[in-house]
């Protein structure tokens, strides 16, 4: 279920992500092992997460995700591994939130692009999800949280 659509702005947030270019299939694997290289790498440093994690993809193909798994942070990161800075834009959004599995995310982006279409907006290729609540807080899917968010252009 997606709750209401609404257009926000965001601001620049300071994040440390991984980059990751994969086949579409391939995306269950390498998220679990991103997440806690991650979550190593800023809490070694003293620096977050701040926030929940997120995954920012920048470029949509058909056979390929290219995208970052990130978390937002309190100071500049020292690149470890394959965490590096980076940041998610400051930006005009429309946004949603998406309860229950993550099973529904495929559909729920096609609703929400829908009604983003359905009120004139016209959108960059770039979008963003924010893992607000998930299996790591609660077992039961009908309780987790994902935020989405798709970039304007105004």
């Known amino acids: 279920m997606l709750e209401s659509p609404h257009i926000t702005r965001t601001e620049t947030?300071?994040?440390a992500v991984i980059h990751l270019t994969i086949p579409r299939d391939q995306i269950r694997h390498v998220m679990g092992p991103g997440i806690e290289e991650l979550m190593g790498v800023v809490a070694a440093q003293g620096?977050?997460?701040?926030?929940?994690?997120?995954?920012?993809?920048?470029?949509?193909?058909?056979?390929t995700?290219?995208?970052?798994?990130?978390?937002?942070?309190?100071?500049?990161?020292?690149?470890?591994?394959r965490?590096?800075?980076?940041?998610?834009?400051?930006?005009?959004?429309?946004?949603?939130?998406?309860?229950?599995?993550?099973?529904?995310?495929?559909p729920g982006w096609g609703e929400f692009m829908g009604w983003i279409e359905?009120?004139?907006?016209r959108s960059a290729p770039d979008l963003w999800e924010v893992y607000v609540k998930g299996p790591?807080?609660?077992?039961?899917?009908?309780?987790?949280?994902?935020?989405?968010?798709k970039p304007l252009i105004d």
Request: overall charge negative; glycine content about 14%.
């Open 47 to 63: 620096i977050g997460p701040t926030g929940p994690w997120f995954s920012h993809h920048l470029a949509m193909h058909p056979d």
């Open 118 to 121: 359905s009120q004139g907006h």
């Open 65 to 81: 995700f290219d995208f970052e798994i990130g978390v937002p942070v309190s100071g500049p990161v020292q690149p470890v591994g």
């Open 13 to 15: 947030q300071q994040t």
């Open 136 to 149: 790591e807080s609660d077992p039961d899917p009908s309780t987790w949280r994902t935020e989405l968010n």
């Open 83 to 106: 965490v590096t800075a980076g940041s998610l834009p400051g930006a005009r959004v429309a946004r949603t939130v998406l309860h229950g599995n993550y099973d529904g995310l495929g």
